[in-house]
């Protein structure tokens, strides 16, 4: 396995236009999670899946924002009507989850996102 | 509102010394923490972790320490490298959302 993949790594828009960002995560992880990340700070959770189903969605994750998982494996995270308040790192993270206990994430190398 | 904060933005430490990196957090709910090393243009790579169960977790040359009545921890490296030289992020758990400092970069001196 070669770990958590993203696509592309980066990404130049012009205001106004929709973007998508592709994560492939470790195959076996059952837990997928989306995270922004700008400078001088850590990541922030933007929303997590667990297998196809969302389970959960940050404040921070305005309608413009949307994200899949379908069948469970890959996730596409698509911004809408790009601002440039959107350039940031997005980061994608896979993890196993027991049911009963969390394991560590593994990112991505991330999609550096610029709106001009 | 920062549930995990990391109040020393960067620290310098002389090769081979022991480097400290520090993060406290507020939500008692958290009961599991990990350490994250991050370098230019990659995502954060995963370092160490403990469970609430612990006060003390060692892999290698890093060693994490949970203080849950203080509700710190901190993550020793020793001895240091000019490889360690990177960005360290801690990050907390209560099960579902994982919560991020804002990071210390360190920078070990040869």
């Known amino acids: 396995d070669t770990g958590v993949s993203q696509d592309p790594r980066h990404k130049i828009t012009k205001r106004g236009q929709n973007v998508t960002f592709r994560c492939d995560p470790i195959s076996e992880h059952n837990r997928l999670y989306w995270y922004r990340q700008t400078l001088g700070q850590g990541p922030e959770f933007l929303t997590y899946?667990?297998?196809?189903?969302?389970?959960?969605k940050s404040r921070l994750l305005s309608d413009r924002f949307s994200a899949e998982r379908p069948k469970g494996s890959f996730s596409t995270l698509e911004i809408q009507r790009t601002e440039q308040g959107d350039s940031a790192m997005y980061l994608c993270a896979s993890s196993h989850y027991s049911g009963t206990a969390s394991y560590e994430q593994y990112f991505g190398p991330g999609t550096r996102l610029t709106v001009t | 509102d920062q549930q995990v904060k990391q109040n020393s933005p960067s620290l310098s430490v002389q090769e081979g010394r022991i480097s400290i990196l520090n993060c406290d957090y507020t939500?008692?709910?958290?009961?599991?923490f990990l350490w994250y090393k991050k370098y230019p243009a990659e995502g954060p790579t995963f370092l160490i972790s403990i469970s609430s169960i612990k006060d003390k977790n060692e892999d290698g040359r890093f060693t994490v320490f949970l203080n849950k009545s203080a509700k710190h921890l901190s993550l020793h490296i020793v001895p240091s490298q000019p490889g360690d030289s990177a960005v360290y992020f801690c990050a907390a758990s209560a099960g579902n959302q994982f919560y991020f400092g804002t990071g210390t970069s360190l920078t070990v001196i040869p």
């Open positions: 939500n008692s709910m958290f009961d599991y």
């Open positions: 899946f667990q297998n196809e189903a969302q389970l959960e």
